[in-house]
């Protein structure tokens, strides 16, 4: 059974910084991506930053780029998203997912919640302005 257990949310300032944790056991897909989505109220789950594991190549929402990092700890088996300047904006559950194969169309990464088969709990973070 493929389990995701996030960690690392919270509440913080405008401009601070968070690290999300995001241990993964349970599968031994050979090609995936893997990584987070969020969803804030009254709006759709939306692909923040993932990674492949076959080359770590990241994926990053164009409103994250420069903010956001994503990493990996094979060893641990556990991703990681360390947010800096954080906006109120960023306020959202985030959760953790991982596709069973990775299918790029066009180069593209896949970003898409319908995209990805496994979903944590998923971590609250709020961004108080």
């Known amino acids: 059974e493929v389990q995701l257990v996030e960690s690392g949310g919270g509440l913080v300032q405008a401009g601070g910084s968070l690290r999300l944790s995001c241990r993964a056991s349970g599968f031994t897909f050979d090609d995936y991506a893997i990584g987070w989505f969020r969803q804030a109220p009254g709006k759709e789950r939306e692909g923040v930053s993932l990674?492949?594991?076959?080359?770590?190549?990241?994926y990053y929402a164009d409103s994250v780029k420069g903010r956001f990092t994503i990493s990996s700890d094979n060893a641990k088996n556990t991703v990681y998203l360390q947010m800096n300047s954080l906006k109120p904006e960023d306020t959202a559950v985030y959760y953790c997912?991982?596709?069973?194969?990775?299918?790029?169309?066009?180069?593209?990464?896949?970003?898409?919640?319908?995209?990805?088969?496994?979903w944590g709990q998923g971590t609250q973070v709020t961004v108080s302005s």
């Open positions: 997912t991982v596709t069973e194969t990775l299918i790029r169309v066009g180069g593209r990464m896949p970003a898409e919640a319908a995209e990805y088969d496994h």
């Open positions: 990674i492949s594991s076959s080359d770590g190549s990241p």
